[in-house]
């Protein structure tokens, strides 16, 4: 047999050594493109200098720094850093300033005060509305297929459990492509990431917040018919999924909780152990008096707590004051089961349309069984409310909140728990600006003394499913009275609002009230609408 020629091995190794050459460049630029899409983590990526930056005076508010996009490869950025950060002359500050692109400010519009304040919140979604498809190489924000609303102030981004309050007002200023844009919105995060993040950036991926979206496909298959929603069975079948945890073999795994041979509830769980990195700076600040071992814990219960929505709030706290005893993931809430006995109806309201009977039965039945585990675990007889439940104490937790009212918008209370909860609201709850989010003034900003739109919601809305008309109506006029208060004053809607001193405005928490304000603006739409019967819920 002939012998090959052996001069062409060195070319075949030159051609191999160009395919590999090839390959790797196109890998390259696959990865600089997964991170263009949303795959930057600066607590990941930027190390010291991540550190460095949250841990220094150089920005008052944590999250501005996250929501900084990088001018060049975080590792070049971070190279750069490491080679100047000895030099005497060096200048974190100027690093920064050099190095990274500022988030955007919310735009400002000069509004009339004495003019029509629902024809103004009408007209003002286009100051709140954006279009995650940035052009910029590096970003916290994940691409969204659709514009979106966002709640304003340093809040630059889709929220989730907002979005639900801010649809509520999109409809009733007829803009229902933008509200089903929303929708969309929410379809893809679903199947981008099995589940609906707390917000559209690389940071919030690790957990979720309250699941409203069964209740934005209801209040917009309210205006356009059950037929406008059933393409998102799917992606709301799968959102479900994610609450219960179906694959999960422990008792105690991740957000789902058997509490004896018959009942399972939920709770709310922070998947990282890490200080949150738009917190970062006062989370270790909060943890640095606790022993090593409690630390990370600490961390976990603190996303817990952002996860509910209520971040942060006397709910969660052990001793029912301090911060540092919050003990979120050992609560069953009130709010999150209520919102998956929603979620388990409205799946079986689909399925009914889509005629699967077996799936019908299938979910009609969850729903049973989370009622009866409801009314079991977190009616209180003694005191006349839904309170949360400790499951490692098997005890009742000691603080009132507006979470009690949930059960009555979702119709899980009979009317006898109604009209005891009705009085607690009257007697405890409301004031003159409103209802109040707890009864402990915390410093919180999740207590008293402030109110927030999507409890006032919740509140009339659950008071006049079962007949307390006046009562919720009364609540409705305070509010509104409140917000047309600030804003003959202000100009603008605020985050939240001190409802026991209107004279006051909303303060506690770790920053200061934001204006804007997306899930204010709806709420008050909405109630606008309710009380002169408008939306046909009067």
């Not at 009705?422 to 405890?428: L, M, T």
Request: charged fraction near 25%; aromatic fraction near 12%; hydrophobic fraction near 35%.
């Amino acid at each position: 047999m002939k012998k090959k020629p052996t001069h062409l091995k060195p070319v075949f190794r030159i051609l191999f050594c160009m395919i590999f050459l090839i390959v790797s460049c196109q890998s390259n630029k696959q990865d600089t493109k997964e991170i263009a899409l949303g795959d930057y983590q600066p607590d990941r990526d930027l190390g010291e200098l991540f550190i460095a930056v949250q841990t220094s005076k150089i920005f008052d508010d944590n999250k501005t720094f996250v929501d900084c996009s990088p001018i060049k490869s975080p590792a070049e950025i971070l190279q750069a850093y490491n080679a100047q950060k000895a030099k005497k002359d060096f200048n974190l500050n100027d690093f920064v300033k050099a190095n990274f692109k500022l988030p955007p400010v919310l735009e400002k519009k000069q509004v009339d005060k004495k003019g029509d304040m629902i024809a103004h919140l009408k007209n003002h979604w286009k100051y709140l509305t954006r279009t995650a498809k940035s052009e910029e190489q590096y970003t916290t924000m994940v691409n969204l297929p659709k514009p979106f609303i966002v709640p304003g102030g340093r809040f630059r981004e889709l929220f989730y459990w907002d979005s639900y309050f801010s649809v509520i007002g999109l409809l009733e200023s007829n803009e229902d492509e933008l509200a089903y844009g929303m929708l969309k919105n929410f379809d893809f995060l679903i199947n981008e990431y099995g589940f609906i993040p707390n917000g559209n950036r690389t940071y919030f991926t690790s957990r979720s917040q309250p699941p409203f979206y069964a209740e934005m496909l209801i209040i917009y298959a309210k205006k356009h018919g059950i037929e406008s929603i059933m393409e998102f069975l799917p992606s709301l079948e799968k959102e479900y999924q994610f609450w219960i945890d179906n694959h999960a073999k422990s008792n105690m795994s991740h957000r789902i909780i058997k509490l004896d041979s018959t009942h399972t509830l939920n709770r709310y769980y922070g998947s990282l152990t890490a200080p949150r990195p738009e917190g970062y700076h006062k989370e270790k600040k909060w943890a640095s008096n606790l022993p090593e071992p409690e630390r990370a814990n600490f961390h976990q219960h603190l996303r817990a707590v952002c996860e509910s929505g209520w971040d942060f709030s006397s709910r969660w706290f052990a001793d029912g004051k301090d911060k540092i005893t919050t003990n979120c993931e050992d609560i069953i809430p009130i709010c999150l089961n209520s919102l998956l006995f929603g979620m388990e109806k409205q799946l079986g309201v689909m399925y009914n349309k889509k005629g699967d009977e077996e799936k019908v039965l299938h979910y009609q039945q969850l729903a049973k069984k989370r009622k009866q585990a409801m009314q079991t675990y977190l009616w209180s007889e003694a005191s006349g409310y839904y309170k949360d439940y400790n499951f490692n104490k098997k005890e009742h937790t000691t603080i009132l909140s507006l979470a009690t009212v949930y059960p009555l918008y979702f119709g899980i209370a009979n009317q006898n728990q109604a009209d005891q909860i009705a009085k607690i609201v009257e007697s405890e709850l409301l004031f003159d600006g409103g209802v109040v989010t707890t009864t402990v003034n915390s410093g919180e900003q999740w207590d008293a003394p402030n109110g927030w739109a999507p409890l006032q919601w919740m509140t009339v809305i659950g008071l006049n499913n079962y007949g307390h008309k006046d009562l919720a109506s009364n609540i409705t006029n305070r509010w509104l009275r409140l917000n047309e208060k600030v804003f003959r004053e202000e100009g603008k809607m605020m985050e939240k609002y001190n409802v026991v001193d209107t004279t006051l405005a909303g303060g506690g928490g770790e920053y200061k009230n934001q204006d804007g304000f997306g899930w204010t603006n709806g709420v008050a739409l909405g109630l606008h609408a309710f009380i002169n019967g408008e939306n046909g819920e009067q």
